[in-house]
């Protein structure tokens, strides 16, 4: 069982639309990233948040960490095939500061089709 | 600027051989991790090492082992492989300077255990 559970797994979605991506846990997290992979790479860091209710916006993707830290959102409006990739979230446990434990959700998979 | 290193891009050992994956930084960061990726389970952590000198086991440890040569390097060893082990490899590290929270992912190893 992980730590971390991602929804939905796989997203097929015409360009244009909007979607909500959803990671959720039972533990506390000191900060929950959201990084971005695709085929044949590592990920990337796309934003961390690390308040409760904190909303953070990069272009046409919002993010919002639960009040209690222990769930977020990933929002895109408008997705575009650009968008297209696997998106993973992560959280540091707390306690951990920004160097223990960093854990990750199972990943959803986005595909926009033109 | 090479960020992290990981070697070797691809490998293919028999059920029963020994190999090591390497790693290396050259961020100074202080934590480095191994992952593992596997079609729909995300990221799963194997072992991390939050400063050189000390290593802990993450959430699938069993059948690798891990070593903190110096800051720079971390390698991980499977004793005996197994087809189990057939994944994606994936080594992290971050914490200092240089992107604070922000984990930076090598290219990834592909191993296939026949």
């Known amino acids: 069982t992980q730590l971390l559970e991602q929804s939905p797994q796989f997203l097929s979605i015409q360009e244009g639309e909007n979607l909500t991506v959803y990671c959720n846990s039972s533990?506390?997290?000191?900060?929950l990233q959201w990084y971005r992979q695709e085929p044949g790479e590592g990920p990337v860091l796309l934003v961390t948040v690390v308040t409760g209710g904190e909303v953070k916006k990069l272009k046409r993707l919002t993010f919002q960490f639960g009040d209690a830290r222990k769930d977020s959102s990933l929002h895109i409006t408008a997705a575009q095939p650009g968008d297209t990739g696997l998106y993973l979230c992560a959280g540091s446990t707390v306690g951990s500061g920004n160097t223990g434990k960093l854990i990750f959700g199972q990943g959803t998979t986005l595909q926009v089709k033109p | 600027n090479a960020g992290v290193t990981q070697t070797p891009k691809f490998q293919v050992l028999k059920t029963g051989q020994s190999m090591t994956l390497q790693c290396a930084q050259d961020m100074n960061h202080n934590s480095m991790y191994w992952y593992r990726q596997d079609p729909g389970m995300g990221l799963r952590l194997i072992y991390y090492?939050?400063?050189?000198?000390?290593?802990d086991k993450g959430e699938v440890p069993n059948g690798y082992n891990v070593s903190r040569l110096n800051k720079r390097e971390f390698s991980l060893r499977l004793e005996s492989a197994a087809p189990s082990q057939t994944s994606v490899y994936f080594c992290?590290?971050?914490?200092?300077?240089?992107?604070?929270?922000?984990?930076?992912f090598g290219q990834g190893t592909r191993l296939t255990v026949v």
């Open positions: 533990s506390v997290f000191s900060s």
């Open positions: 992290a590290s971050r914490g200092g300077r240089v992107g604070g929270t922000e984990a930076f």
């Open positions: 090492s939050a400063s050189e000198g000390t290593t």
